[in-house]
């Protein structure tokens, strides 16, 4: 199993362009999340899916979008991008919800300029 | 109040000390909790989970206080794989919606030197 894998791993957007970061699960994982981490800071979720079809708003939504029509599938679409949003961007799954570990991607380093 | 708080450190402390990470939450219904660690530039990964008794890994030693909402960590004989963040984790939709979000603390930073 690949467990989480994320593309792109770098990436440098000039402001106002847009992009879609990619992550795929192998596990079969019904719950999938997307995180973001700013330096020194813990991570804050932007959405979650607790299944295909199902999507929803974390802690900081704004400026980002989601789609989940598959099980394995969970790209985070960035809209119009702004320097603060400059971050690394993590996306998880997990096989149920509260009790359950979350398996991290390695993670997509974002720079806006 | 932030939900989860930690001592960020940076922790230095010699090979084989004890060290103790300490936590706090601020929602008293969370049900679930639990420590990661990250290490430099990578994602976070379980380390364990916190369960009210108290449990055991090794080296590594996780208590819960629910009436002071407080969970710690405890290292003891430190090696130096284990210089890493340690983010202390929080289900962040108790009750009855299982949605899994969880809730990181900002992370305390361990740096254990030969």
């Known amino acids: 199993n690949a467990g989480v894998t994320q593309t792109p791993k770098f990436r440098i957007l000039k402001i106002g362009q847009s992009m879609t970061l990619q992550c795929t699960q192998d596990m079969n994982h019904n719950y999938m999340y997307w995180y973001r981490q700013d330096p020194g800071m813990g991570l804050k979720l932007i959405y979650y899916?607790?299944?295909?079809?199902?999507?929803d708003k974390g802690e900081v939504p704004n400026g980002y979008n989601v789609s989940r029509s598959t099980t394995e599938d969970f790209p985070l679409r960035l809209e119009l991008a702004a320097p603060s949003q400059t971050s690394v961007y993590f996306c998880?799954?997990?096989?149920?919800?509260?009790?359950?570990?979350?398996?991290f991607g390695p993670g997509t380093r974002l720079t806006v300029l | 109040r932030k939900e989860v708080e930690q001592d960020p450190g940076p922790f230095n402390v010699p090979e084989g000390a004890t060290v103790a990470f300490n936590c706090t939450y601020s929602n008293s219904a969370s049900q679930s909790f639990f420590w990661y660690r990250q290490d430099c530039r990578k994602e976070p990964k379980l380390l364990m989970s916190v369960y009210s008794s108290g449990n055991e890994d090794g080296r590594f030693t996780a208590q819960l206080n629910r009436a002071s909402q407080y969970i710690s960590l405890l290292i003891r004989d430190s090696k130096l794989s284990d210089s890493a963040t340690y983010l202390c984790?929080?289900?962040?939709?108790?009750?009855?919606?299982?949605?899994?979000?969880?809730?990181f603390g900002q992370g305390t930073t361990l740096q254990v030197k030969p």
């Open positions: 984790v929080v289900n962040g939709s108790p009750g009855s919606s299982n949605t899994g979000k969880l809730i």
């Open positions: 998880a799954s997990s096989k149920t919800g509260t009790y359950n570990e979350q398996f």
């Open positions: 899916s607790v299944g295909a079809g199902i999507t």
